[in-house]
């Protein structure tokens, strides 16, 4: 088995890294750059779902876990 030494092991190095990203990049980093196509996905395929139907528990279907209270306007 031959080693690499200098600028073979650089290149082969890079190579790999290189390949890495290139087999991750349709995977991981395409979808966070545009997200538009599989939001657009996602509707068409929860378009006959009702959330409040599948909620487990009884539940609401969103709540905000802190209880933030929206501010009073003053009349002046």
Known sequence: MAFFRGW???AFVTGFV???GLALYPIAIAPM???????KI?????????QEDIQPGNMKVW???FGRKKPERESD
């Open 42 to 50: 996602q509707k068409e395929a929860r378009k006959n779902i009702r």
């Open 18 to 20: 290189g390949f890495i």
């Open 33 to 39: 750059m545009d997200p538009s196509e599989y939001r």
């Open 63 to 65: 709540t905000d876990p």
């Open 8 to 10: 073979r092991y650089a």
